[in-house]
């Protein structure tokens, strides 16, 4: 068997659920509620929590472990060796990379992207994705570079690009990225 879902999965004809068996030999794994949309691939080893969602075309490569409650919107590609916790809204087009950690109650708007490779041309280092810890807001177009870490609870604005690691509770607006203080009226936790 290349994966075992829970109850009351929902897998749409034109979805591929753990592609890469045979190569990888783990199945994947998906708890009760999934709802897996057509053109997603999710690749074997991959075990994932309950009430997983993904839009259209998404990618959620080997070696990943999600929680409960992620969604992983349309186009959206996790590129696998990944954790990411509960109560995750990953919106659509968003990139995360291999050997990133996402806490919980994390929301990525659209076309976010992580990135793990501190050169534009291929050189011999080590990849590093970024940590976004509890409670992270990552705007639409943001770029999180590699080896970086979102302090719990801190925001980042659409559009900025964060070149270096970010305190808690603390918003991050600009390219490269400004640290100021975080304001009331976003100190609140998400709600996904």
């Known amino acids: 068997m290349t994966y075992s879902t829970g109850e009351n999965a929902a897998i749409d004809d034109g979805a591929t659920v753990g592609y890469g068996y045979d190569h990888f030999g783990e199945p994947a794994r998906l708890g009760d509620d999934a709802t897996v949309r057509a053109g997603t691939i999710v690749y074997a080893d991959v075990t994932i929590g309950d009430g997983f969602t993904t839009g259209h075309n998404a990618l959620v490569r080997e070696a990943t472990r999600m929680g409960d409650d992620v969604l992983v919107g349309t186009g959206s590609v996790i590129d696998g060796t990944t954790e990411i ?21 994390v929301f990525f708007g659209p076309h976010a992207v992580l990135t793990n490779d501190p050169y534009p041309v291929r050189q011999d280092v080590d990849l590093e994705g970024p940590t976004i810890e509890d409670g992270v807001s990552v705007g639409a177009n943001a770029t999180i570079l590699p080896g970086v870490t979102v302090g719990e609870s801190a925001f980042v604005a659409a559009g900025a690009v964060v070149t270096e690691d970010v305190p808690p509770e603390t918003l991050v607006v600009g390219a490269p990225g400004e640290h100021l203080p975080l304001p009331e009226t976003l100190q609140a936790q998400n709600q996904i």
């Not at 509960?86 to 109650?105: A, C, E, K």
């Open 85 to 105: 916790g509960s109560n995750v809204s990953i919106q659509s087009g968003v990139y995360v990379p291999t050997d990133t950690t996402v806490g919980s109650n």
